[in-house]
């Protein structure tokens, strides 16, 4: 803390560090000592540091400061836009925001998807002078809401400016900046990596007609031995698919003796509602985030986690990005991320801001995916392997096998998961790690718990054949239908009534258990 410059040596005005000090910020993190004079200044800027670093007060001060400075009336309308990518991301710079709009007369709101849009537009009407939004609902309130003032926007900010290129959202993008004053306007990009959609947006924002200024490039992290927080262990496991299953329950349960708040990423929210099912179904309790939830369960989901100390949230990649959730432990990413970037968003969310100096991070990879140690080790990312050890673990298949045999509704549950699982690894930005044509087709059935290897088809794809498949001479295995048997006692209870003396003992030595070497390269077998 003593390198910190004081938050009272901003040149702001004092009832901004006033509140800034009763909310406990009495120093300044170094991405917002080396920004916020800038941008105080009204240089557009492009600001990328590490994820936690604290990049959300690094435009909320200049923020406030231009809307005090202003003298901005409700009836102005909206002089500040913040765009953030995902929902609860809007939500939780709202509640940083609020706190700071405590003392001042300036308005400030969120709109987002999900949630009721005409109350939205009422608050719109009366006047927000810093709206924080998702780029479709913004889009909507744009073109539809005739209340909504936004001709005098001063200083728009894109948060997560990568994700905020994703599919889907280009075009909105597109379509938002077109419509939006740029004259006079300041711009300001963050993100904790810096892609290829990142510079792309730059272009859009920057470069577009009218607009040929070049933004100010704040890289606050460029130097930096490791893209990742010092503070963070990370470690991986080769674990072949058949296996991955039985590695993730014995690695849950044991965090879970241990109360340790964890958050699971899976590539897909089929995998996600899957695992959800299974794991409370056998007495693990987790909780589940994605996509596919409506938005008052996502908020309830999220504050549960936010406030909880020993959780564990299986999640989608819309849990990647900027949130800020207190004292997550570890992080475990069971399917790989798309590329290094969202591996470095996903880890992000532990070891955060001044206090967050801890956090373990666990990646989950094939024999075949170590091409990805590579890519990690290209962009400073430090990572040793982890040995879990197998014993304990071949009684359980069994027993999961038998349960998706008697329960249809657990059964196609995990054949959709597995079709996801194939589709995502098939659309993977890195085609020669992860090669979907490659697949033990077999191994990752039974990583699903499931026996017989579903019948998938993916356009233009050739999967490899099965054992039954080579013997009856087609391509892609037939799913079989499995009927719902009697519902029979709980082979997996944890604890609890539904204990039973049958169940699976997967030893808390399979914790795993850091080799003692970094990893040396091995490159693509
Ligand atoms: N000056 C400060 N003093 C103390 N804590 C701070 C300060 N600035 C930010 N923090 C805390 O640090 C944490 C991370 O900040 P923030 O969410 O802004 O990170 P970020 O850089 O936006 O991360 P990401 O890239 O993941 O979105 C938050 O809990 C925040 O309250």
Same mark, same amino acid.
């Given at each position: ?40 200044? *009204?240089?557009?800027?492009? !600001?990328?540091? #590490? ?301 955060? *801001? ?57 059964? =196609? ?31 990752? /059935? ?25 013997? #009856? ?8 239908? !499995? ?22 003992? /997967? ?6 258990? =850091? ?11």
């Amino acid at each position: 803390m003593t390198d910190l410059q004081p938050i009272k040596e901003l040149s702001i005005h004092k009832k901004v560090i006033d509140i800034l000090q009763k909310n406990k910020f009495t120093h300044l993190l170094p991405v917002q000592q080396k920004a916020i004079p800038e941008l105080l200044k *009204g240089k557009d800027a492009v !600001i990328s540091a #590490k994820t936690g670093s604290g990049k959300t007060l690094t435009f909320l001060i200049p923020a406030i400061e231009l809307l005090i400075s202003s003298k901005m009336k409700p009836r102005n309308g909206t002089a500040v836009l913040i765009i953030a990518p995902v929902r609860e991301l809007a939500q939780q710079i709202y509640d940083v925001a609020k706190l700071l709009f405590e003392e001042i007369s300036q308005t400030v709101g969120v709109v987002i998807g999900g949630v009721g849009r005409n109350k939205e537009e009422e608050r719109l009407s009366a006047g927000l002078n810093l709206l924080i939004a998702t780029p479709g609902r913004l889009l909507d309130h744009l073109q539809t809401s005739e209340g909504f003032v936004y001709k005098y926007l001063s200083m728009l900010v894109i948060d997560e400016a990568d994700r905020c290129l994703d599919a889907g959202f280009e075009k909105t993008m597109a379509l938002i900046l077109k419509k939006l004053p740029s004259a006079y306007r300041q711009t300001i990009l963050t993100s904790a990596t810096i892609t290829p959609k990142v510079n792309a947006l730059a272009d859009l924002c920057f470069h577009s007609e009218g607009r040929k200024k070049d933004p100010l490039y704040i890289g606050i992290d460029d130097e930096a031995d490791y893209a990742t927080a010092e503070g963070l262990e990370q470690g991986y496991v080769e674990c072949p698919s058949g296996e991955r299953f039985l590695m993730l329950f014995s690695f849950l349960k044991l965090l879970k003796k241990k109360n340790k708040k964890t958050i699971v990423f899976m590539s897909s929210v089929n995998a996600v509602k899957f695992f959800h099912d299974l794991l409370n179904y056998i007495s693990l309790e987790v909780l589940a985030l994605h996509g596919k939830m409506s938005q008052p369960a996502r908020n309830a989901v999220f504050k549960r986690f936010r406030k909880s100390e020993g959780d564990i949230l299986l999640a989608t990649d819309v849990a990647a990005r900027g949130l800020d959730i207190p004292a997550v432990d570890w992080i475990v990413q069971f399917d790989p991320p798309s590329d290094v970037s969202d591996y470095i968003h996903r880890v992000g969310r532990t070891c955060r *801001g001044i206090d967050g100096k801890k956090g373990r991070a666990l990646l989950f990879l094939l024999p075949s995916e170590d091409g990805f140690l590579k890519l990690m080790k290209k962009r400073k990312i430090p990572t040793v392997e982890y040995d879990m050890p197998r014993n304990a673990l071949s009684a359980v298949q069994k027993r999961l096998e038998s349960l998706l045999c008697e329960h249809q509704s657990l059964n =196609k549950s995990a054949r959709e998961a597995f079709k996801s699982y194939l589709l995502s690894y098939a659309s993977h930005t890195h085609k020669s790690v992860f090669a979907v044509a490659d697949l033990d087709l077999e191994g990752v /059935a039974r990583g699903f718990g499931l026996s017989i290897v579903p019948r998938v088809s993916l356009p233009g794809i050739t999967l490899q054949k099965t054992k039954k498949d080579k013997k #009856k001479g087609r391509s892609y295995a037939s799913s079989a239908a !499995i009927s719902e048997g009697e519902k029979k006692e709980n082979p997996f209870d944890l604890g609890g009534k539904r204990r039973s003396s049958e169940t699976p003992t /997967a030893s808390t030595s399979s914790a795993p258990i =850091k080799k003692g070497r970094k990893r040396r390269s091995k490159g693509k077998k």
